[in-house]
C-alpha cells in the first residue's frame, strides 16, 4: 500500500469512501426500514406505503445515474458531491417532520436526488481513476462500508429509536452523516490522480508484471458506448446487470421474512447476522480474485456463491443448511455492489467507463425496484418461497452468462492504448 516511503494517497481517498459508505449508503439501504414500524404506527399508513419511500429513491437513479456519470467525468465531480451530501442530510432530516405519506414521498424524491449524486457513482469512479493495480482490492474495501455501517448503526438507530422516538432519530442520523461525511468530500476526495500530480496505483509496473485484472481493466475499447448499444455484449452486460439487481433485492428483501417461516425469530436473526458478517470478508475476497485472475474469475466466484444460496434456500427447513446458506450468501453479495463497476471497466474500457457506468446503474437499478415485488408476488400466488427460489437461481445463472458472454464477445474492440472512434466492424 505504499508508493516509495510514502502511503498512496488513493488509500486515502479509499478510508473517505468506506467512511460514505458506512455512514450514507446504509442509512438508504439496509437500514431503512428500521424506522418502518415506529412510522407505521403513528402516521397510521400500511407496511407497502412507508416501503414504497425507498422505491422512490432506488427510482431516481434510474433517470438520474447516466447524467451524474456525464457530469462527474465533465469535471463536476467536487460540486456534485458537496451539494449531494449537504442535500442529501437536509433531505434525510426532513422525513422527521412528515405527517402523512405523501411527505414522506416528497422527501424521498429530494433524498434520491442528492443521493445518487454524491455516493456510489462518484466512488466508483474515484477508484477506477485511482487503481490500476489493486482496483478490485480497494473498491471491495470501499463497499465493505456498507457492511460495517449497517452493522455500527444498526444498533445505534435501534437505540435511538428506543430512546428518542423516529423523528429524533431522524435527526440525529442525518447529523452524523453529515459531520462524517462532508469534511471527505470537502479536503480528502480528489476526482483523478492528476489533481495529486501522480498517477494510477501500478501505472508503473510494466506490463509483464502486471495483474491479469490490471491487463484486462486498464485497456481501451475502440468503439465508443453509444456505438456499442447494437453490439452483442453491450445487450448481454445490461441483460447482467438488470438480473443482478433483481436477484440482490429478491434475496435481501425477502430472506428475513422466508428464513423465519422456518425456523424462530432467534434462530432467523442469527443467520441474517452470519451471513451480513460474511459479506464483509466476501467483498474482499472477490476483490482479490478479480485482481488476481480477472472479471470472468470474480463473476463466477460472486455468481457460483450466491447460486449456491438459493439452492440451499430449497431445502431450508434443515438448521445446517440454513448455516451453509448463510456463508455462501455472504460470499455472493459482493456481486450487488463490487462486481458492477469491475465488469463495467472490463467489458466498456477505461476511457469509456463514466458514461458506460452511468447505463449500467441505471439498468441495474431497475432490476433493483423490481426484485422484492418479483419474489412478493410469487409468494403471493404460489403460497410458497419455492418457486421463487427457482426463478433466482435461473436468473442467477443468466447474470453470469450476461457478465462473462459480455466480457468475451467485447474482447474484439479492445487493444492496448486505442483511440475511441465512432465506429468499427
Known sequence: MKEGKRIFYGWWIVAGCVAITATMVPLVMSL???????????????????????????????????????????????????????????????????????????????????????????????????????????????MA???????????????????????????????????????????????SPEEKGLVAFGANVAPANQSEGAIEESKNSSITVKASYSKVFFILAMMGMFLNGLINTGALSNFPAAIQEMHDPATSANIISIYSFVG????????????????????????????????????????????????????????????????????????????AYGLVSSVGTIGTALGSVFVASILDASGSYQTAWLFMIVFTALTLFGWVGSYITSRKYFTGNAELSETVD
Not at 45 to 72: A, C, D, E, Y
Not at 296 to 318: E, P, Q, W, Y
Open 32 to 142: 431503512s426500514g428500521k424506522y418502518a414500524l415506529a412510522v407505521i404506527d403513528e402516521l397510521q399508513i400500511s407496511r407497502s406505503q412507508f416501503m414504497l419511500v425507498n422505491t422512490i429513491v432506488q427510482l431516481i437513479g434510474i433517470f438520474l445515474s447516466p447524467i451524474v456519470s456525464k457530469r462527474i467525468a465533465s469535471g463536476q465531480m467536487k460540486v456534485l458531491q458537496v451539494v449531494g451530501v449537504i442535500g442529501f442530510c437536509i433531505s434525510y432530516f426532513t422525513y422527521s417532520l412528515a405527517q402523512g405519506a405523501v411527505h414522506l414521498y416528497i422527501s424521498s424524491i429530494f433524498v434520491g436526488l442528492f443521493y445518487w449524486a454524491s455516493t456510489i457513482i462518484p466512488i466508483t469512479y474515484m477508484i477506477t481513476m485511482w487503481f490500476k493495480e489493486k482496483r478490485g482490492l480497494a473498491m471491495s474495501i470501499a
Open 145 to 191: 462500508g456498507i457492511g460495517l455501517g449497517g452493522t455500527i448503526f444498526s444498533q445505534v438507530i435501534t437505540m435511538f429509536l428506543n430512546n428518542y422516538g423516529w423523528r429524533t432519530t431522524y435527526q440525529l442520523m442525518a447529523g452524523i452523516a453529515l459531520v462524517c461525511s462532508l469534511p471527505i468530500v470537502l479536503f480528502v476526495f480528489k476526482s
Open 280 to 355: 464483509i470478508f466476501g467483498k474482499l475476497i472477490l476483490g482479490w480474485v478479480n485482481d488476481r485472475f480477472g472479471v470472468v474469475a470474480s463473476s463466477v466466484f460472486g455468481c457460483g456463491s450466491f447460486l449456491l444460496a438459493f439452492i440451499l434456500m430449497l431445502f431450508g427447513d434443515s438448521l445446517g443448511i440454513m448455516y451453509l446458506m448463510a456463508f455462501a450468501f455472504g460470499l455472493g453479495t459482493p456481486i450487488g455492489t463490487v462486481s458492477p463497476p469491475l465488469i463495467t471497466a472490463g467489458v466498456f474500457g477505461q476511457k469509456n467507463y463514466p458514461e
